[in-house]
C-alpha cells in the first residue's frame, strides 16, 4: 500500500517563504511520478497549481514553484499572502491511470 | 476553455445506486484520459477511477473495485460513474478531472449522500 506523505499544517508569516513538501513512504519521489500540487479553499474544487514536478497552469502567480528536494517533492511559496491560506494536496502518478494523493498540508497564513 | 459539468448526485440509501455524468467541453474529449476523485466532508483528496482515452482500459481504487464503474461515451463527449452497492463511506462530493497523468483541470462537483 503506497502512502504519499505530506505535513498535516504549516504556518507561514505574511511576506515569508514557505516550503511544502511531499514524499513516499517507501521510496524518493522523482519526476517520474509527475508530482503535481493543488490548491483548495473550503467549499470549492480543487485548482491546479503546479504539473509534472515544477510547471505552472496558466494564471498562477509566480510565487508558486515546484522541484524536487531531495528524496520529495516540494512546494514553495516566495512571498505569502492571506489569500494563500488553503489546503495544499499533493498528488502522484503510480502508472496504468492510477494516482495517490497525500493527506493535504493545511497553511495557515499569520 | 476547458469545461467540466457533474451531474447526478443526490441522496440515495445504503446499498442504492446512482449514476454520475460529467459533460466536456474545450478540448478534445475522445484524445484524453478521465479521472474521478471524491473527497468526503472534511476530508482530503481520494483517487476513485481512471479511463483511458479510448476506454479500452479501467482502473479503480480498491475502496469502489466491484462496485463502481467507470465509462464513457465520447460521441457525446460524457464520462460516466455508475455506483452501485453504495455505503455511507461512499457519501463525498465526486469530482471528474482531465488527466495530464495525473488530474489537471477539475469539474466543481457533484454532492453523493448515502444516508438512510
Known amino acids: 500500500q503506497t502512502v504519499v506523505t505530506q505535513e498535516p499544517s504549516f504556518s507561514v508569516s505574511p511576506g515569508g517563504t514557505v516550503t511544502l513538501t511531499c514524499g513516499l513512504s517507501s521510496g524518493s519521489v522523482s519526476t517520474n511520478y509527475y508530482p503535481s500540487w493543488y490548491q483548495q479553499t473550503p467549499g470549492q474544487a480543487p485548482r491546479t497549481l503546479i504539473y509534472?514536478?515544477?510547471t505552472r497552469s496558466s494564471g498562477v502567480p509566480d510565487r508558486f514553484s515546484g522541484s524536487i528536494l531531495g528524496n520529495k517533492a516540494a512546494l514553495t511559496i516566495t512571498g505569502a499572502q492571506a489569500d494563500d491560506e488553503s489546503d495544499y494536496y499533493c498528488v502522484l502518478y503510480m502508472g496504468s491511470g492510477i494516482v495517490v494523493f497525500g493527506g493535504g498540508t493545511k497553511l495557515t497564513v499569520l | 476553455q476547458v469545461q467540466l459539468v457533474e451531474s447526478g448526485g443526490g441522496v440515495v440509501q445504503p446499498g442504492g445506486s446512482l449514476r454520475l455524468s460529467c459533460a466536456a467541453s474545450?478540448?478534445?474529449?475522445?484524445?484524453?484520459?478521465m479521472h474521478w476523485v471524491r473527497q468526503a466532508p472534511g476530508k482530503g483528496l481520494e483517487w476513485v477511477a481512471f479511463?483511458?482515452?479510448?476506454?479500452?482500459?479501467?482502473y479503480s481504487a480498491d475502496s469502489v473495485k466491484g462496485r463502481f464503474t467507470i465509462s464513457r461515451d465520447n460521441s457525446k463527449n460524457t464520462l460516466y460513474l455508475q455506483m452501485d452497492s453504495l455505503r455511507a463511506e461512499d457519501t463525498a462530493v465526486y469530482y471528474c478531472a482531465k488527466s495530464n497523468y495525473v488530474p489537471n483541470y477539475w469539474g466543481q462537483g457533484t454532492l453523493v449522500t448515502v444516508s438512510s
Open positions: 479511463i483511458r482515452f479510448d476506454g479500452s482500459n479501467k
Open positions: 509534472s514536478t515544477n
Open positions: 474545450g478540448f478534445t474529449f475522445s484524445s484524453y484520459g
